[in-house]
């Protein structure tokens, strides 16, 4: 049901990215009206033109943005990226923008609020299975898990009917496929260990995932959940599985050596991030399902594109 006396919902985003502009996207295939606040007026102008989106060209940690907007909103989604990924980088985005919006929504509250958050916030390295009470301690969390947490805690204060926290699996979908790209480009030997879990979701049903979210009908107040496809495998499965459909031999691993993307994500320790995470309360809350059941099915069509190219 819309606010006001509108009877078309009203979506507004936080961030044009990867995640924010197929948001957008879904929802004006919904036939809802979009707001999009980004600091990146480049990655908005692919909606210039649509009269059913407002572009607004602002940095969501000043109040510049803040006349800007309707007054009313039915959905509120915070998917702002980390920026240039540095302590500072996410403290600003994360932490800053958090509080900018939530002073917003004091005199403005959306009837339901959704921040992206990540399943980096768990420390696990141990191939245990991790539910959403096993986030991070204070002592075992990284500068980037307690920013994390910390965004987490402003986001379930915002002033909402229902203040949502979606924490994502690793995304991946079409022009975001890391490991295919590499493989494609000839490698035959990655960096570090392939013996940890990768936790996936693909970014369509990420996406969906926000509208279940918001059409589930939560009980009023702040809920927390995982969001993955469910079926973790081993970086060395997925890429030995990639590299045969490219007829490829399964790439080799070098502990010795450490790229600075995997560095980020190495736990206390200097351990990879091995955990099951277990997304069964959203699937039971909200009857969300993904549509890609693994990164088999969700690369299959990557990889049919890649072959008529």
Request: hydrophobic content about 40%.
């Given at each position: 049901m819309s606010s006001g006396t509108s009877t078309t919902p009203?979506?507004?985003?936080?961030?044009?990215?990867?995640?924010?502009?197929s948001i957008v996207e879904k929802a004006l295939s919904k036939g809802w009206e979009v707001t999009i606040v980004s600091r990146n007026p480049e990655r908005m102008a692919h909606f210039a033109g649509n009269p059913r989106v407002a572009a607004v060209a602002a940095d969501v940690t000043t109040e510049a943005w803040y006349g800007r907007i309707p007054a009313e909103v039915d959905l509120a989604v915070n998917c702002v990226s980390g920026g240039g990924g540095t302590p500072g980088d996410y403290h600003r985005a994360y932490i800053d923008g958090m509080r900018s919006i939530s002073a917003w929504a004091e005199t403005a509250p959306p009837l339901c609020f959704v921040y992206t958050s990540s399943t980096g916030v768990y420390p696990q390295t141990n191939g245990e299975t991790v539910a959403?009470?096993?986030?991070?301690?204070?002592?075992?969390?990284?500068?980037?898990?307690?920013?994390?947490?910390?965004?987490?805690?402003?986001?379930?204060?915002?002033?909402?009917?229902?203040?949502?926290?979606?924490?994502?699996?690793?995304?991946?979908?079409?022009?975001?496929?890391?490991l295919l790209d590499r493989l494609a480009a000839g490698t035959t030997e990655f960096e570090g260990t392939g013996d940890f879990y990768l936790n996936l979701?693909?970014?369509?049903?990420?996406?969906?995932?926000?509208?279940?979210?918001h059409a589930a009908?939560?009980?009023?107040?702040?809920?927390?959940?995982?969001?993955?496809?469910?079926?973790?495998?081993?970086?060395?499965?997925?890429?030995?599985?990639?590299?045969?459909?490219?007829?490829?031999?399964?790439?080799?691993?070098?502990?010795?050596?450490?790229?600075?993307r995997t560095l980020r994500r190495l736990g206390p320790?200097?351990?990879?991030?091995?955990?099951?995470?277990?997304?069964?309360?959203?699937?039971?809350?909200?009857?969300?399902?993904?549509?890609?059941?693994?990164?088999?099915?969700?690369?299959?069509?990557?990889?049919?594109?890649?072959?008529?190219?």
């Open positions: 009203r979506l507004l985003v936080f961030g044009c990215g990867y995640i924010g502009s959403e009470i096993d986030a991070a301690i204070p002592e075992a969390a990284s500068p980037r898990q307690r920013i994390l947490l910390e965004a987490e805690a402003l986001a379930r204060g915002v002033p909402a009917e229902r203040r949502i926290v979606l924490r994502l699996a690793g995304i991946y979908g079409p022009a975001r496929h890391y979701i693909h970014r369509d049903d990420a996406v969906a995932a926000v509208f279940a979210a009908g939560l009980p009023k107040g702040a809920h927390t959940f995982n969001v993955s496809d469910g079926h973790a495998a081993t970086k060395a499965e997925i890429t030995a599985w990639l590299a045969a459909r490219l007829k490829m031999p399964p790439p080799l691993f070098d502990p010795s050596r450490q790229s600075p320790g200097g351990a990879p991030p091995h955990r099951l995470i277990d997304a069964s309360a959203f699937r039971t809350s909200t009857g969300w399902r993904p549509d890609y059941a693994s990164f088999k099915e969700g690369y299959a069509p990557i990889l049919e594109t890649l072959r008529r190219c």
